[in-house]
C-alpha cells in the first residue's frame, strides 16, 4: 500500500510498484524488491539497484549524481550531447541511437539515448537506457542495463527523480 500511495502521489505513469531511496539530498523511485549497493566512485555518489530474487534478465539500474557546474548550464547542452552519445557507443559492437531531449514530471531537464552492445566476454546482447538529469549544477546518470527492459519501470524512475536542495 505504502509503494501504491507513493507512486500516485510521486505521479508514476505505470501501475508498476516502486519504493523511494534517497542519493545525497536526491530522491528517486526504485521497483519494489530491488537491492542497492554503494559502488566506488571518485566524482561523486553512486549506487547500482538489481532485482532482490530471479534476476534471470540480469537487469541492472545505476544512478549517480556528480557536480559538473559547467556541463549542467543550458548553453553547454551540445557538450553534454556529444559526452552522453560517445560513451555509449564507445561500449563492445554498440547499436545506439541518437540522443534526445526530455523533461521529468518534477521539472528536471535530461537527455537520454538508448541502444544496445555486447558485454565483454558475453554472447548475448544487452539493452541500455542512459538518461543524463540536470539538477542545479550537478548531472543525475540513470542508467538502465538488461537482456530486456521494462519500460514501466524506467518511465517510473525517471519520473520519480526529485531535485536536490
Not at 507512486?7 to 516502486?18: I, P, R
Request: aromatic share 6%; hydrophobic share 40%; charged share 25%.
Amino acid at each position: 500500500m505504502k509503494a501504491l500511495v507513493i507512486c500516485v502521489l510521486a505521479g508514476c505513469a505505470s501501475s508498476s510498484s516502486v519504493d523511494t531511496a534517497k542519493l545525497e539530498t536526491m530522491d528517486y523511485v526504485i521497483p519494489s524488491g530491488w537491492t542497492s549497493r554503494v559502488l566506488a566512485s571518485p566524482h561523486g555518489s553512486m549506487v547500482e539497484w538489481t532485482p532482490e530474487r530471479d534476476n534471470e534478465r540480469k537487469e541492472s539500474l545505476v544512478i549517480s549524481r556528480v557536480a559538473n557546474p559547467a556541463l549542467a548550464l543550458e548553453r553547454n547542452r551540445a557538450y553534454l550531447t556529444r559526452d552522453l552519445v560517445g560513451a555509449n557507443r564507445a561500449l563492445p559492437d554498440a547499436r545506439f541511437g541518437a540522443a534526445s531531449s526530455f523533461l521529468t514530471r518534477s521539472g528536471l531537464r535530461g537527455l537520454r539515448i538508448e541502444g544496445s552492445f555486447t558485454p565483454v566476454g558475453q554472447a548475448q546482447r544487452y539493452h541500455r537506457l542512459h538518461a543524463v538529469l540536470v539538477d542545479g549544477t550537478s548531472l543525475v546518470h540513470v542508467l538502465f542495463t538488461g537482456r530486456e527492459l521494462d519500460r514501466d519501470q524506467i518511465d517510473d524512475v525517471l519520473d520519480g527523480v526529485r531535485p536536490g536542495a
